[in-house]
T-cell receptor, first 116, second 113 residues
């Protein structure tokens, strides 16, 4: 089966610009996650969707970050305006509901964002 | 609340030697525990998971981990390191339901020929 797709793979922007990332989860996976991974750190959950509803966005900086998952399939994460400290890899993951498989997350390759 | 501590941000082993990567967790509910591997410029790949079944969990690429409740540990081991094992390894914990997964800070494994 096809894995989690993300685009773009790399993005360089100047501070105060805006940027958007796209994620297409594995077909049939109801749960979608966005993580931020700063160099030298583990991934930090930004937002979790169950279908097209938000389950957890407690660590999403809502003054500049937004995310949506229309129709419960693919998702976009936006940053506006970007700050230098937003430089990181943004990982998307998905998992399916029900059973022990629901605890297994499948990750995309990530988008490496550099803010200059 | 839940947390994960990975001891040692960098670990070096010789090819063919035992690999031991340490992970201790804290969780207010019975945890689900995971080890992920991340190769450069790639996403995370699940190595193995503990979901309250057998305490000794076998994963891919010859890795295994043992859940020890009394020590709140979930250390990752592999009897004989291979060059291809060089990567960064993350331990993660999750509570039940929709509780989020919390990752450790990672351990970078270097394999010396």
């Amino acid at each position: 089966e096809a894995g989690v797709a993300q685009s773009p793979r790399y993005k360089i922007i100047e501070k105060r610009q805006s940027v958007a990332f796209w994620c297409n989860p594995i077909s049939g996976h109801a749960t979608l996650y966005w993580y931020q991974q700063i160099l030298g750190q583990g991934p930090k959950l930004l937002i979790q969707f169950q279908n097209n509803g938000v389950v957890d966005d407690s660590q999403l900086p809502k003054d500049r970050f937004s995310a949506e998952r229309l129709k419960g399939v693919d998702s976009t994460l936006k940053i506006q305006p970007a700050k230098l400290e937003d430089s990181a890899v943004y990982l998307c993951a998905s998992s399916s509901p029900g059973g022990t498989e629901s605890y297994e997350q499948y990750f995309g390759p990530g988008t490496r964002l550099t803010v200059t | 609340a839940q947390s994960v501590t990975q001891l040692g941000s960098h670990v070096s082993v010789s090819e063919g030697a035992l690999v031991l990567l340490r992970c201790n967790y804290s969780s207010s509910v019975p945890p689900y525990l995971f080890w992920y591997v991340q190769y450069p410029n790639q996403g995370l790949q699940l190595l193995l998971k503990y979901t309250s079944a057998a305490t000794l969990v076998k994963g891919i690429n010859g890795f295994e981990a043992e859940f020890k409740k009394s020590e709140t540990s979930f250390h990752l081991t592999k009897p004989s390191a291979h060059m291809s094992d060089a990567a960064e390894y993350f331990c993660a914990v999750r509570g039940g339901g929709y509780q989020k997964v919390t990752f450790g800070t990672g351990t970078k494994l270097q394999v010396i020929p």
